[in-house]
């Protein structure tokens, strides 16, 4: 069974860093692709960063380039993204999401595509 977990999201300060974890299960990091979304309530839920692990390619929201770096464990099935310089409009609820990307060398952050979700962390960074 397809499983994804996040973890690792709290309250910050701006300017503050956290990382987030998401622990993937039922199939390996090497033919899929694992992106990052976040949903703030009223707004649709927008793509953050992924990242295909077999070729080492990444892409990133622009809002976020330079600020917060995704990162893969095939070892331990995991993907981390820490995000670093925190702002108030980083805040929201992450969720992790699953390819399966068994020809591909790229990723993409475009909901639509994705099939498996984890429950989503509340991410909030406020005063």
């Known amino acids: 069974q397809l499983q994804l977990v996040e973890s690792g999201g709290g309250l910050v300060q701006p300017g503050g860093s956290l990382r987030l974890s998401c622990a993937v299960s039922g199939f390996t990091l090497e033919d899929h692709s694992i992106a990052w979304f976040r949903q703030v309530p009223g707004k649709e839920r927008e793509g953050i960063s992924c990242?295909?692990?077999?070729?080492?390619?990444?892409v990133y929201r622009d809002s976020v380039k330079g600020r917060f770096t995704i990162s893969s464990d095939n070892a331990e099935n995991m993907v981390n993204l820490q995000m670093n310089s925190l702002k108030p409009e980083d805040s929201g609820v992450y969720y992790c999401?699953?390819?399966?990307?068994?020809?591909?060398?790229?990723?993409?952050?475009?909901?639509?595509?994705?099939?498996?979700w984890g429950q989503g962390t509340q991410v909030t960074v406020s005063l």
């Open positions: 999401a699953a390819r399966r990307e068994p020809f591909n060398n790229f990723c993409s952050i475009v909901s639509s595509i994705y099939a498996t």
């Open positions: 990242i295909r692990s077999h070729s080492g390619r990444t």
